[in-house]
């Protein structure tokens, strides 16, 4: 099943991912896996597990993707507004007060999602968290000789973003292995997409380039 022809389709029998959305690769996954065992469904009864098993992949996903998709945008917003509280040299007090005025617009211009923005963690708390995990990530990454990037698009269920993790070594053959960042991507995901968004991303974290020798992905398209 695949929403979109961008999406890699799931089997609804294994709930695992198909690399190349192609009809000859659906193929060859049901009868490498599932051939043996639902060979003996046929006609009606075929459409019924079918049905059943369309059924119970739906509310998986719907229960995970409205819970997952509010998490997740919560977090971005937080850290969007965050981040910004930090360039700026701010005081923690502005980030109450930004947060008191996004609320007095959605009362009158959102009032069914003000709820959602009521949830977002804006404390001093986690300015100073978010600011000195940064640092540290900056700091570790100055010592790296070489280091490559994994992207992992994780678009399945909300079909939000993508994410970047990193492996290093440093001078003294120390291992150094680390969760970058979450990256939205709300349009498209294509190689051009996910090639710029790791640029900016290097050039925020203050990555050497020469350094990356180099970068794996679990598949995007061309265009």
Request: charged share 25%; aromatic share 10%.
């Amino acid at each position: 099943v695949a929403n979109n022809p961008s999406e890699y389709p799931i089997s609804l029998i294994c709930l695992e991912s198909i690399a190349v959305n192609e009809v000859a690769n659906i193929r060859r996954h049901y009868e490498t896996h599932h051939c043996e065992n639902f060979r003996t469904f046929t006609g009606q009864a075929r459409k019924d597990k079918v049905d059943r098993l369309k059924s119970s992949f739906g509310k998986q996903t719907s229960f995970f993707k409205n819970r997952k998709g509010k998490n997740v945008a919560n977090t971005i917003a937080s850290t969007e507004v965050l981040k910004r509280v930090v360039e700026k040299m701010k005081p923690f007090i502005d980030d109450y007060f930004f947060k008191d005025c996004l609320l007095a617009v959605l009362d009158n211009v959102c009032l069914e999602k003000k709820f959602l923005f009521q949830t977002i963690s804006l404390s001093p708390r986690m300015v100073t968290r978010w600011f000195d995990v940064k640092n540290q990530l900056i700091n570790a990454c100055s010592e790296l000789q070489y280091f490559s990037i994994a992207v992992e698009e994780s678009t399945h269920l909300n079909e939000l973003h993508n994410l970047l993790s990193l492996r290093g070594v440093t001078s003294t053959f120390q291992i150094f292995e680390e969760f970058i960042q979450l990256i939205p991507m709300k349009k498209t995901v294509t190689r051009v997409d996910i090639f710029e968004a790791l640029l900016k991303m290097i050039s925020e974290i203050k990555f050497d380039f020469s350094k990356l020798i180099g970068v794996t992905t679990d598949g995007a398209p061309r265009e």
